[in-house]
């Protein structure tokens, strides 16, 4: 089938299949490798997308269901000489381990900053619960969100 | 090293590429041309095979090869003993064991070919408790790399007399203490690619713990020499162990060799869970004895742990638990028996800690039970037999160095007393 996909603020037109997965697009159509694939079934979120703000599990969503939507991918967050404060964070405070989860963990973390810049500890843990870290990493993510959530504010 | 570097934060240099989705991880490689592999593994813990059928499969459109047992030159490999074979030929030890592998245009072909496999399985009768796999009439597992006994390892630790220990004893404590298996479940499934580079070397790009090993086994099942072989390590998503055995490698590498074509394959994480190692469920049986001032004077141990089907690094995670089974307390006299035993289970191998996180409960638990026994605070129990510059451990190393568990249990005791547990 045809669809029109709008990825990162740009916009694409692509021939899928009805039951593709909207991750598989990503990944394998548009090349976007920091969609990462942990367990296919929306348990550990290291697929975790921001379709019109919202972070959802890109393995749960039909790549047919994501058109209309303004979808943003961790390559569309930042760059080396533009870094969100997320971005810059988890680098300097070491909430970065293996970081097979880290993309989806900063939009996870973005969908939360989009909407409450003063976020408690306890609704970053909340936010983020949909996010799995093996390394158990997560005192230090929960502080680089914070931290983020200071320099975005100022 | 510079003293300045600890307690300073340091940036890790992967970082950037990781926070901005730039890192590749084998998953995240693709080669022009590639074929893509899928395993069809056992859903069955012992059995024999009678046959494998794969016409159906290979007859399927977009299959451009289908591989068993008799396809891979050398069908053996292991970090410590090669007692696991690339693709089973005879003998299925364990649910999740590969039988087959298909190679085609695509991933769903892949899959759907290896639900075509017809395999005619012998069920034979599995050994899933280690302690009944012990006994000298269990069938043995591995006649051919084993012997007759599912005895895979044993390690005796002798130090005094135990039965002048238990003489002195005033409090005796004796108990059963049992650890459960566990899966690393690292985030990131495995992958491989494979492919034969322009110098007709094999290139594996995988996430592995263990580049050099991998290559050895590699060359050695594919007849290859260790020149022949490259293999190249992506970014590792997680590991804590589980990555230190074979998985893909030795597959995606006969099918990239055979078929002269890049080869990718990835693991659901159904199947990353049914096909690398776990922790070793441990059974501990403990008798540790203590005089009336709280000063131990005997143990005795005996450690069992579930190899599974495969030996993989049990014999030195088994030797870790033994070594490190008095805890880091001063035993005088100490008899331990460590085992690791063979069974139809998932195969066990290295996890954080390598076999010293499953005695921490046995010693703890006795040294707690002993306070209780003797009327003293747990932290006093401790600090009465905690190593010390000039402790001898039940190995008989004199440590003469960098013992600082005194002060690392001084410095808790503030914080204890406000908890209200070092009364």
């Known amino acids: 089938m045809n669809i029109e996909l709008r990825v990162n603020e740009q916009d694409f037109r692509l021939v899928v299949e009805p039951d593709e997965r909207l991750l598989d697009v990503l990944r394998e159509r548009l090349g976007l490798i920091g969609t990462k694939e942990g367990c296919g079934e929306g348990e550990c979120g290291a697929c975790t997308i921001l379709m019109d703000g919202k972070a959802v599990n890109s393995c749960l969503v039909l790549a047919a269901q994501a058109v209309g939507h303004e979808l943003m991918t961790i390559e569309g967050v930042g760059d080396r000489l533009h870094p969100h404060p997320l971005q810059k964070s988890f680098v300097e405070l070491g909430a970065v381990q293996c970081g097979f989860c880290t993309p989806g963990m900063i939009l996870s973390a973005k969908a939360l900053l989009d909407r409450n810049l003063q976020p408690s500890e306890e609704e970053i843990k909340e936010a983020m619960s949909g996010n799995l870290c093996r390394c158990t990493g997560y005192d230090k993510i929960v502080k680089a969100v914070q931290r983020a959530a200071e320099e975005v504010a100022r | 090293m510079s003293e300045a570097v600890v307690g300073t934060r340091i940036e890790r240099e992967d970082g950037w590429g990781k926070v901005m989705g730039e890192t590749h991880f084998p998953a995240d490689v693709n080669r022009p041309g590639e074929l893509y592999g899928a395993v069809l593994r056992s859903p069955h813990a012992h059995a024999h095979i009678r046959s494998v059928n794969v016409r159906a499969a290979a007859a399927l459109p977009g299959v451009a090869g289908v591989f068993t047992a008799e396809n891979v030159p050398h069908n053996a490999h292991g970090v410590l003993f090669r007692d696991q074979q690339v693709l089973v030929s005879e003998r299925v030890r364990m649910v999740g064991d590969p039988i087959a592998a298909v190679v085609a245009e695509t991933e769903k072909v892949a899959r759907d070919a290896i639900a075509r496999i017809e395999v005619d399985y012998q069920i034979l009768p599995g050994l899933f ?96 020499k260790y020149s022949q072989v490259r293999v190249k390590t992506m970014a590792v998503g997680g590991a804590f162990g589980g990555r230190e055995d074979i998985s893909l490698q030795i597959i995606a590498g006969l099918m990239a060799w055979k078929t002269g074509k890049p080869v990718k394959m990835e693991n659901t994480r159904t199947e990353s869970f049914l096909s690398h190692s776990k922790r070793h469920p441990m059974r501990l049986y403990y008798k540790t004895g203590a005089t009336r001032e709280g000063k131990l004077v005997a143990l005795e141990a005996k450690i069992i742990g579930d190899a599974g089907a495969y030996s993989s690094w049990s014999p030195n995670v088994l030797r870790k638990a033994a070594v490190h089974a008095t805890g880091p307390y001063e035993i005088p006299n100490v008899q331990i028996d460590s085992y690791a035993v063979l069974t139809n289970n998932p195969y066990t191998g290295a996890m954080r800690a390598f076999g010293a996180a499953q005695p921490v409960l046995a010693y703890e638990s006795q040294m707690d039970l002993l306070a209780e026994a003797l009327g003293l605070s747990p932290l006093e129990m401790r600090l009465r037999n905690i190593f010390q510059v000039g402790s001898v451990t039940a190995t008989g190393q004199m440590l003469t160095s960098s013992v600082g568990m005194t002060k690392c249990l001084q410095a808790l005791t503030p914080y204890l007393a406000t908890k209200g547990d070092a009364s």
């Open chain 2, 129 to 224: 408790d280690p302690e009944e796999a012990m006994k000298p009439d269990a069938p043995a597992l591995h006649p051919d790399s084993h012997g007759s006994s599912n005895i895979l390892y044993h390690l005796p630790i002798r130090r005094g007399d135990v039965q002048a220990g238990w003489a002195k004893a005033d409090v005796v404590v004796e108990q059963e203490y049992r650890t459960q298996m566990l899966d690393h479940a690292f985030l990131q499934p495995e992958a491989v690619v494979a492919y034969v580079d322009e110098r007709g070397h094999l290139v594996v790009k995988v996430a592995t713990q263990y580049a050099h090993y991998d290559r050895g086994e590699i060359a050695h099942a594919l007849g290859l």
